[in-house]
């Protein structure tokens, strides 16, 4: 059972366009929202993270949006650019006790095309 | 700034083989993941240690075994492989909720 569900699969946009991808999550329990950038071969690249008592979080192109009631987030990426052509994915966690945090649970990637 | 970094980048075994991954984290993380990641597929939680105790396990054979050391590193090891072991690993570390990957062990079996 897929607790991070993600949409679109893929998606392509011109470049200066406005990526969005969606992510949507079944435990209420998680508390913290990633999202990857991952080039082929290589590791994942955190992008930015929200937490659930914010609704919007603002970083240079990138953008998340957050709704806790309908328990759904997503990425909007902004003036995409051909360099941003990547997969994408979406992520939660929880706090694991201690101060350490728990694993995380991925959504199934979204493969990212921008043409120039 | 200092990355996670891995050790093989790439590791070419045959069946029924063992494979020993390495991973040093971030300088003064305390946290330490392993992940493993098919063709297409998202990354999948092994198993994680925080100050050197195991803190989460998750979908790991038994065939496969990890530790944290003194000194933080971790290492994966893979006994008796599969076919279906040829994978994307990673290692990530933590200091408290954000994770930062390595750049992976591609493990092929053959």
């Known amino acids: 059972q897929q607790q991070v569900k993600q949409s679109p699969q893929s998606l392509i946009v011109q470049k200066g366009g406005i990526s969005i991808i969606n992510c949507a999550y079944e435990?209420?329990?998680?508390?913290?929202f990633p999202w990857y950038q991952q080039f082929p071969g290589k590791g994942p690249a955190l992008l930015i993270a929200?937490?659930?008592?914010?609704s919007e979080k603002k970083e240079g192109r990138f953008t998340i949006s957050f709704n806790k009631s309908a328990k759904q987030f997503s990425l909007h990426i902004m003036d995409s650019q051909p360099g941003d052509s990547a997969t994408y994915f979406c992520a939660a966690s929880l706090d694991a006790g201690g101060t350490s945090y728990g694993k995380l649970t991925f959504g199934q990637g979204t493969i990212l095309t921008v043409h120039p | 700034a200092a990355g996670v970094i891995q050790s093989p980048r790439h590791l070419i075994k045959e069946k029924r083989e063992t494979a020993t991954l390495k991973c040093y984290p971030i300088?003064?993380?305390?946290?330490v993941y392993w992940y493993q990641q098919g063709p297409g597929q998202d990354p999948q939680f092994l198993i994680s240690f925080y100050e050197k105790m195991q803190s989460d396990k998750g979908s790991i054979p038994d065939r496969f075994s990890a530790q944290q050391f003194s000194d933080y590193h971790s290492e994966l090891n893979m006994s008796s492989l599969e076919l279906g072991d040829s994978a994307l690993y990673f290692c990530a570390s933590s200091l408290a909720y954000e994770q930062y990957f390595g750049p992976g062990t591609r493990l092929t079996v053959t």
């Open positions: 300088p003064r993380h305390d946290t």
């Open positions: 435990n209420t329990a998680f508390d913290y």
């Open positions: 929200i937490r659930p008592d914010v």
